[in-house]
């Protein structure tokens, strides 16, 4: 079976959400990342949520509420993914003024301003 989208998209979004809401400035994160740490849904097979999983956090990500900071989710290869307008170029702008750092190729070190889970930013407010 194929899965075009969670099966509780609504729940799904709010996960990520409260994950990326931790992110703290000038740290990234990637989609497949933030999969990684939400339990795949019932019925959902682990190997296909390993492929499909990212594809959904972009998917929630696209549609994200104002207070979650957007920007700090690039992709596994450490760029900005393509979005429609000046979305990369604001994306980037913002990630460089908290101080993430692009190589000549467009890149962001991961192991460098990768996010790692339990590094929270303790200046954003708790998530409940």
């Known amino acids: 079976m194929r899965y075009s989208s969670p099966p509780d998209p609504k729940r799904?979004?709010?996960?990520v959400y409260a994950l990326v809401r931790r992110i703290p400035r000038g740290r990234v994160?990637?989609?497949?990342?933030?999969?990684?740490?939400?339990?795949p849904p019932p019925?959902?097979?682990a190997d296909q949520y390993?492929?499909?999983?990212p594809?959904?956090?972009?998917?929630?990500?696209?549609n994200a509420p104002n207070d979650v900071p957007w920007q700090r989710m690039i992709n596994s290869q450490g760029k900005i993914s393509p979005?429609?307008?000046?979305g990369s170029v604001?994306?980037?702008k913002l990630l460089e003024q908290e101080g993430v750092e692009f190589d000549e190729r467009e890149r962001v070190d991961l192991k460098r301003f990768g996010w790692r889970e339990g590094e929270d930013d303790p200046a954003q407010p708790p998530l409940l």
């Open 50 to 53: 390993r492929r499909v999983g």
């Open 90 to 92: 604001a994306q980037r």
């Open 55 to 62: 594809i959904w956090v972009g998917e929630a990500m696209a």
């Open 83 to 86: 979005r429609p307008g000046l």
């Open 12 to 15: 799904f979004a709010e996960q």
């Open 29 to 39: 994160a990637t989609y497949g990342q933030i999969a990684a740490l939400i339990t």
């Open 43 to 45: 019925d959902v097979p």
